[in-house]
Every structure is written in C-alpha cells, then in structure tokens.
C-alpha cells in the first residue's frame, strides 16, 4: 500500500505543484489549503506523514502540530518554512515537527526527508549494538566470558551514561533528576550519543542513523538539534554534556 501524505499549503502554485510531485513518486497525497481543513482531514484519515507549511492563514503549521502531539499523535511532521533564523527552526520543533524544509526548496530532499521520517516510524533508531558491531563489554572471540558486575541499579531496558538515564522502550530520559522533555528527533539523537559515550560521531554517521540520509556539508539540521538538545540538556550547576568536535562531530561526555 502507498503511503499517505497530508500536504497542508495555503500557496495553490506549491500545493498543486508538490501533490503532483508526490503523487508522482508513489504517495496517496491529501492536500488541503489551511490548518482546519489539515486537522479536520488528520482526525478523518490519519496519514502516515504530514507536510505543513508554517506560515498559513488562521492555523498555522506549528498550531495544528501542537494540537495534533497534545492529542498523542505522534505522526511523523515535516515542516516547509520560509524562515532561515534559526529560532524560527527551534519554534518548529518546539512545536513537535520532526524535521523541516527551508524554502526554496529541491522537490528530491522533500522526498530523501520524507523517506528518511518513514523509516524512522518503522524501525527504532540506535537500539542495539554499539557503533562497531560488538555489543558493549563482550568478550573477544574464542575466550570464555567474563561476568561484569551491574553497573547500574536500574532494570535492563535502561541505558546511562554521563549523567543521563534513558528508557528507550517508554521513550522517556532523565537528567539526575530532571525528566527531559523532547521530542522524537531529540530523543534518538540523544539515545545515538549516549549508546556511544565517549566515541565522537562523525556528521555523516549522525546523519545516516538519525535520518537515513546524509544532506551534506552545507545543511545545519544537525547543529540545529545539538543546539536545542542542549538547551534542554544543560544544568548551570553541571558540566557540559555535548562536545562539539570541529570539523568532525560531536561526542557525550562529562568533563
């Protein structure tokens, strides 16, 4: 079965334009002009996706995402925006939206983000292994185990390092004793780095795990979440958890 997309997008010329594009590239499209008719058309048929322009009459974008994520709908949203500041960005996913597009916008990274956003529904990000392929603490081939005492006193589904305890199962992580509140792109880059500690991630590895896509060196989708994660990260009384490594990445560690 296609795909469904609800593309809310008050310009007729970009509306018309991106249903024919999407529709085109094997998606069921739903376009309508402005918030009510999106959030009228979400609580009928719910899509698998939604494409919302920010900035509509009436509801805008980042209104019918705050309706929709404070009803528990955790659809998949990408954001088309004119707005380059980044503020403007952190607004979006404030909101709840996974993930945006600036416009002018190239149809084919509407359509790499698209994918990138169902692949993610589908399957968890970062659960398992380690980057490397061994998991944590196991013995070299061919020598026989050895039991590593617990190092933590909470039940197995959790994962800590630096200060930060993360329940992937329940979609719920803690500073100390400060629940975060983040949103789905957040939490798995979070859950990346802290399944990582200690190992700094290149942009290209980020990028392939977060959104199954790299978008290239000129994108600041990446910085963008590292800086709003960690506004919501950092404590005045506590080191600094997210390492930017110039030229390279970004790594988790408590200094």
Not at 41 to 55: E, F, G, K, T
Not at 69 to 84: K, Q, S
Not at 213 to 232: C, I, M, T, W
Request: hydrophobic share 40%.
């Amino acid at each position: 079965m296609p795909h469904t997309v609800l593309l809310a997008e008050d310009d007729r010329a970009i509306r018309n334009a991106l249903e024919r594009a999407l529709t085109l590239e094997g998606y069921q499209v739903m376009a309508v002009a402005d918030g009510v008719e999106a959030l009228a058309q979400a609580h009928r048929n719910r899509p698998d996706v939604l494409v919302l322009d920010v900035m509509m009459p009436g509801i805008d974008g980042l209104q019918v995402c705050r309706v929709l994520r404070a009803e528990g709908d955790r659809t998949p949203v990408l954001m088309l925006t004119a707005l380059v500041e980044t503020a403007d960005r952190i607004a979006g996913l404030d909101a709840g939206a996974d993930d945006y597009v600036v416009k002018p916008f190239d149809v084919e990274e509407v359509f790499a983000r698209l994918r990138a956003l169902l692949r993610r529904t589908s399957s968890p990000v970062g659960v398992g292994e380690p980057l490397g392929g061994a998991p944590a603490g196991a013995a070299p081939l061919g020598s026989p185990p050895v039991p590593e005492p617990p190092r933590y006193q909470f039940p197995e589904r959790f994962i800590e390092a630096a200060g930060i305890r993360m329940d992937p199962q329940a979609r719920r992580a803690w500073r100390g004793a400060r629940e975060l509140e983040l949103t789905r792109t957040e939490f798995e880059l979070l859950e990346l780095l802290v399944r990582n500690a200690g190992i700094v991630l290149d942009h290209s590895t980020i990028y392939d795990r977060i959104w199954g896509y790299d978008f290239g060196p000129g994108s600041k989708n990446l910085a963008v979440y590292v800086g709003y994660l960690r506004r919501k990260l950092d404590d005045p009384d506590g080191p600094q958890l997210i390492h930017t490594v110039r030229g390279v990445g970004y790594v988790l560690r408590e200094d």
